[in-house]
């Protein structure tokens, strides 16, 4: 069983950047696809944006698109989430997860961490 570990979250002000991870405590991504979510207070959990295994391929919600980055790196089982120009609408728990293939449904996903905590406020 793969448990996955988040971190870097915090509080930024609007505009500010965060740099997430999220690493394996146990075993490796192996090629498995891997994603961010995240959930506001209230809110449904929602697809931020994914991996492929080789790194080769992203996606990413139309919201974030052109201000966050997924990046990997398969030898140290570590894929992170930069975020950039981060406003109040992104403060939210941040979970990352994996799963055989794409998809930008939550159901689809076996494996989750625990979540980090994402506060944007002035």
């Known amino acids: 069983q793969v448990q996955l570990v988040e971190s870097g979250g915090g509080l930024v002000q609007p505009g500010g950047s965060l740099r997430l991870s999220c690493t394996t405590s146990?075993?490796?991504?192996?090629?498995?696809?891997v994603s961010w979510f995240r959930q506001a207070p209230g809110e449904n959990r929602e697809f931020v944006a994914t991996?492929?295994?080789?790194?080769?391929?992203?996606d990413y919600v139309a919201s974030v698109k052109g201000r966050f980055t997924i990046s990997r790196d398969n030898a140290k089982n570590t894929v992170h989430l930069q975020m950039n120009n981060l406003q109040p609408e992104g403060t939210a728990v941040y979970y990352c997860?994996?799963?055989?293939?794409?998809?930008?449904?939550?159901?689809?996903?076996?494996?989750w961490g625990q979540g980090t905590q994402v506060t944007v406020s002035s």
């Open positions: 997860a994996t799963a055989p293939a794409y998809s930008s449904e939550p159901d689809t996903y076996a494996y």
């Open positions: 146990t075993g490796t991504f192996g090629t498995s696809n």
């Open positions: 991996i492929t295994w080789r790194g080769l391929s992203t």
